[in-house]
């Protein structure tokens, strides 16, 4: 929250000067409008990153940052269908390799530190 307060503060100024060093065309109120409307529609989404972000283990969170780059790596190959060799397919094999090993060996843990404490038997 203080983050996204420092970068909008920031931030503004900017905005503004941009508006009025705008080129000659002058905005429309659609123009003006859809301007206003950016604001929320990247702040919003970021309060609720930060909100999921500190009931969420940073283990998981680090997996879901893969959903980004996951989206554009299929539009680029799938639908501007960008050269995809076995160079970059070994690449993709061994990142995603990497992140099984990683959830396996962070479910263990998430197992191992909430089982019971083992008893001895008397």
Do not use: N
């Not at 100024?13 to 659609?30: C, M, S, Y």
């Not at 206003?36 to 500190?54: C, E, K, Y």
């Amino acid at each position: 929250m203080v983050g996204l307060c420092i970068e909008t503060t920031l931030l503004l100024p900017v905005g503004f000067l941009l508006i009025e060093v705008a080129p000659a065309t002058h905005p429309t109120v659609v123009d003006l409008r859809v301007l206003a409307l950016s604001g929320p529609v990247t702040g919003i989404p970021l309060l609720l990153f930060t909100g999921a972000a500190h009931r969420l283990r940073l283990s998981t969170i680090g997996l879901l940052q893969y959903i980004g780059p996951i989206g554009q790596f299929a539009l680029a190959i799938f639908a501007y269908h960008e050269p995809f060799g076995p160079t970059k397919l070994a690449g993709f094999i061994l990142i995603w390799l990497a992140l099984v090993v990683y959830s396996i060996d962070s479910v263990r843990a998430y197992r191992l530190a909430i089982a019971p404490p083992e008893t001895e038997p008397l």
